[in-house]
């Protein structure tokens, strides 16, 4: 239900001389964070007509919509507990009061950066200006941000909305990469038919897994992914090598893990399939990530991603 997470510390070696031996150092930076956790369903039910006449068809149409309201519910939950930029309080009937964690949000924990120094920090930008050449390239901005924690290590991604392609190609900066289903001569450009250079499921650049719509390239330092799920004018920037820096939370208990079933008999003839799921998600490493939104000067949680969503 909480962990603490620890920050690498600064120092550097004592002077010795001949007879001398180092006085024991403690490496003691550290913040703690906590996760929610809720439950949600979705269910149909059949009576002894409609059961007995139930399709396979019908029936796997029943199941598709159930795993897909699961993986809606997922998503958005996910992504509310990043937006949000505030620190928030869950009752747990178990541990009571559970102080659950942004990102870095300007508070009052101070994080280690490479030159030795600690300050407190802020990892919710925002752009006022759209995206562009010159003053108005926020991947900079953005890279300089992860990488001066020596908790960070590359490659970094940004997850940016589908209204942010646009303006992201158009930068002088992008590196574009090659399309795997394009075979290029000094002639001509064919065709290779069988190779999707997508990434609507999993793809694997440079070693590491992406997931979204599309590899848009590089940029300063910072491969883009277009993902349809951000909102509009936002993107989700993460250090790969710093290891995940969102926790999910379930039940210890096996039987309340996961997505599992549950069936009912209402009265002998009114029958319901439920799927039930019980988890929820937090901050785990308030610096590995960023957000950024694009414009407007200020940033704002985006509508409906405000944690704890009502739905």
Not at 153 to 173: C, K, M, N
Not at 174 to 181: A, T
Not at 192 to 198: A, H, K, M, T, Y
Request: hydrophobic share 35%; net charge negative.
């Amino acid at each position: 239900h909480q962990l603490r997470h620890y920050l690498p510390g600064y120092t550097t070696l004592q002077p010795l001389d001949d007879q001398g031996n180092p006085e024991p150092q403690i490496e003691d930076g550290y913040f703690d964070v906590a996760f929610p956790i809720y439950g949600a369903g979705y269910a149909f039910g059949t009576n002894r007509v409609s059961r007995a006449l139930m399709t396979v068809e019908q029936a796997n149409r029943q199941i598709a919509a159930g795993f897909r309201a699961d993986s809606d519910w997922i998503r958005r939950h996910m992504l509310a507990s990043v937006f949000t930029n505030t620190t928030r309080t869950y009752d747990d009937d178990a541990f009571g009061d559970l102080t659950v964690q942004p990102l870095a949000s300007g508070d009052s924990v101070t994080y280690v950066k490479r030159d030795g120094t600690s300050a407190t920090d802020t990892h919710y930008l925002a752009q006022a200006n759209a995206i562009a050449d010159g003053s108005d390239n926020p991947f900079s901005t953005i890279y300089t941000e992860l990488d001066e924690h020596p908790s960070n290590s590359g490659p970094y991604v940004a997850y940016v909305s589908s209204s942010l392609v646009t303006s992201i190609e158009a930068l002088t900066d992008l590196i574009e990469p090659d399309d795997p289903s394009l075979i290029t001569s000094d002639t001509t450009t064919r065709l290779l038919i069988g190779l999707n250079p997508d990434v609507s499921e999993h793809e694997m650049v440079q070693g590491f897994m992406l997931f979204g719509q599309r590899y848009i390239g590089r940029v300063n330092g910072v491969h883009v992914v277009e993902w349809s799920s951000i909102p509009a004018g936002y993107m989700v920037v993460q250090s790969i090598g710093a290891g995940s820096f969102l926790g999910r939370r379930e039940y210890p208990s096996a039987v309340l893990s996961g997505l599992f079933t549950e069936f009912s008999d209402v009265d002998g003839n009114t029958m319901l399939n439920r799927w039930i799921r019980y988890t929820g998600f937090g901050v785990m490493n308030r610096v590995a990530a960023l957000v950024m939104r694009i414009g407007n000067g200020s940033y704002a949680i985006p509508a409906g991603y405000t944690a704890p969503l009502k739905v």
